[in-house]
């Protein structure tokens, strides 16, 4: 910034208890070493205008500090300065009338020029006063460097808010933090999208779009991504660009970042007093047109009320939020628990997508990862042909979990998720420092135990952290019930301080996993142990299945445990969405199992979700589904079944599931539903055989119409298969049939325009 605006900017001072004053009060709180300030103007003053309490580093004793403010030049005749030197000289009391003090040092501070003849004649006069001058010029360095949103009409209160929020933002990350200083400077840039109403419509591949500033034109947003995918790292990114003076001068936007745990806990989802507790504001000053407050509220996934009861709570907050004009709302999550959520959240939030991570970009970030360890280059090549990257997930925790057991030269690299997490966590918790002499068996073996029971606490009472007190109380009792002759205070350091597993809030003093997923695995690597883990309704219950998926993982050959998981009842909607969607995952971590376990039964989930999807359709099952046009119902369930079968493993399968499914049933329309769900899995692998077994078997007239439209939108989506003889001669008779047929040409109509409800009503009729 040019001095000339700073000293224009200093001369339009004109008060010094109003403006003058209070700028000092800030700068003197930004100083180091300055421990104590008393802003003393006024009839007892003696003086000095404030008294400083400064510590002396060196001698590790304290000095006082009496400071004189003026507004304007200081000349050689100013003898009001001289007189509030020598009064200066007088003893005083500080620290509330508790201590007799001399000033040892004066500043005299002012807003213009001091003389050359002022400064020599307060000097010759009062030769035994440790006088320092700070005129314009030095204030102007000190404002700069400490304070500098005084040049942006920024007020302290926000400016200090601001500083604390990203100290704070910068802790947690640091705290979050898995690898230690490696990697740290690297940050890899996630893709985010925009979930789309109905894609059927779409012309063309949907976008990665600038989250940063879609959270600042949006009023409300959520932000959806799978385990580790990096949504908190958005939030705190957001956090970082916006929690600093130039941001707030440019955007006029304040940021405020809570676990939704917390809202709820602290502040019982009342956005209002949130914000006014967070920033430390009068409810008053929210009225301030010119300023947004960006409300960003993770994790509300790990809402514990019921499905139900979250909904209505988020919905009625979204609404809230809607009725104040400056403030915004981001919400992270994973992805919702039931298709009724998803459709009455559309209705609230503009709603966003964590893409997966491309390969280059995992092998961007393993490959600095090697450079900085010193790696061999060979390493690269190595994951590259193995199965890893066919198996997991691609998402930020399993590039850094992958990392984190290169940084520990790990010998055998992980073949899929519950692999990789199984030798980071081995890794993190000590199992290398035994080979190098660091940590004995018993310690290990005590770690892995207290890290069960940490996450079983955690997990079974809802808590997402807990005090150190608490945790230590855990500690004390494991290992007072065994003769381990291990030292509590030393395994919790090593499991807290070191390991990166768990972590210590500084503020609060409670402990917490680093990541949910951590917990979640340990929990059932623990509940392993004994297989403790029965199958009962919390298999379909989300806060629960990433649990489920670890604990299926880590038995890997288990098709009693898979056939059991398969016959277990649902009778919710939820429960039916989440079981069709979550039985890919157990088969994908049980991949030891007989694969006679997927051929025999992966006909029936197909069949499940095509029968849901007919008595969606058909007002057979409460659902907020209702209000959404048949096509696009359609589009949901396609794209989630889609996302959920299209991998490989599934492949070998589907020729068989393709006949399963014609054999099994004699509903004829959800044959074809069914049919056309795994035609669009097998579509996204290139395999074109149960799109043509569907289009080979169902004539353009006996085919239910929204099928028809669906995979006419395909097919130019999708080049490839829109060039098939089998599709060009479906979109044809399509096109011939719609053309001549009026009923037709109505039902189109309503599939596409109107919602199911009243369609379906319309039929009854």
Known sequence: MESKYQKKRLATI?????????????????????CNIEYTHGTNEMGADFLLQKFDETLSEESWIGVIAKIGPIRQNNNDVERQIEECKIARYALGGKKNIYINEIWVITTGKISNNAKVKIHSKHNNSNVHFIDDNKLIKLIDTHISYFWHDVSHTLSSYLTKLSTKISNKEAEANILGDIGKNFYIELDIEKIIENPYERKSKVKNIDFDKEVLSQKLCLLEGEMGSGKSKVLRQ???????????????????????????????????????????????????DKVKYLLLIDSIDEAFDSHEESLEKIIELANNINLEDNIHAVFATRPMRSLAEETQLKKHFRQYRIKPLSV????????????????????????????????????????????????????????????????????????????????????????????????????????????????????????????????????????????????????????????????????????????????????????????????????????????????YPTSTESERWLKIINMPNYFLAAFSSPYRIVEDNLYKLFLEAAQFYHDVINSKTETALIDLPEIHILWIFQEIIASAYSFEFFLKSFDNTTICIDEQTTDESV???????????????????????????????????????????????????????????????????????????????????????????????
């Not at 004109?14 to 300055?34: A, G, R, S, T, W």
């Not at 994951?383 to 399993?398: D, E, G, T, V």
């Open 671 to 765: 044959k074809a539903y069914a049919l056309y769900f795994l035609s669009a899995a097998a579509m996204d692998l290139n395999y074109d055989h149960p799109l043509e077994y569907l289009l080979k078997h169902y004539s353009i007239n006996n085919l239910p119409i929204s099928i028809s439209l669906a995979l006419q939108a395909e097919s130019d989506l999708r080049k490839e298969s829109g060039k098939s003889p089998l599709m060009k001669r479906h979109n044809k008779q399509l096109k011939s049939l719609i053309k001549k047929n009026q009923s037709v040409r109505s039902a189109v109509s309503d599939i596409v325009e109107k919602s199911t409800l009243l369609t379906h009503k319309k039929r009854k009729i």
């Open 14 to 34: 004109n008060n010094e208890v109003k403006h003058l004053h209070p700028l000092l009060n800030d700068l003197f709180q930004k100083l180091p070493n300055i």
């Open 360 to 567: 280059k970009k995992i092998k961007e970030f393993i490959e600095v990862i090697c450079t900085e360890l010193s790696l061999p280059s060979r390493i690269i090549d190595d994951i590259n042909k193995s199965q890893l990257f066919k198996q997991i997930p691609h998402s930020p925790i399993a590039a850094i979990l992958l990392s984190t057991l290169l940084a520990e030269n790990a010998k055998d690299l992980p073949s899929n998720i519950t692999e990789l997490y199984a030798q980071a966590m081995e890794y993190m918790l000590g199992r290398w420092d035994i080979e190098k002499g660091l940590l004995t068996q018993k310690e290990y073996e005590a770690s892995e135990a207290l890290c069960g029971l940490i996450s079983e606490y955690m997990l079974e009472n809802t808590l997402t952290k807990f005090s150190a007190e608490e945790a230590k109380e855990i500690f004390n009792n494991y290992l007072n019930e065994r003769n381990l002759s291990l030292n509590t205070n030393e395994l919790f350091s090593k499991i807290i301080e070191r390991s990166g597993v768990l972590a210590r809030d500084s503020e609060t003093n409670s402990i917490y996993f680093k990541h949910r997923s951590f917990a979640e695995f340990l929990y059932a690597k623990y509940k392993k142990r004994n297989n403790s883990l029965v199958v009962d309704p919390r298999i379909f219950d989300p806060y629960w299945s990433n649990i489920y998926f670890f604990y299926v993982g880590l038995h890997k050959d288990c098709p009693e445990l898979l056939e059991e998981i398969l016959g």
């Open 238 to 288: 957001i956090i970082k660009s916006t929690s600093c003076v130039e941001s707030y001068v440019q955007n006029n936007v304040v940021p405020i970042y809570i676990s939704y745990k917390d809202f709820q806990d602290l502040y019982n989802l009342d956005h209002l007093m949130c914000i006014e507790k967070e920033l430390a504001f009068d409810r008053d000053q929210l009225n301030n």
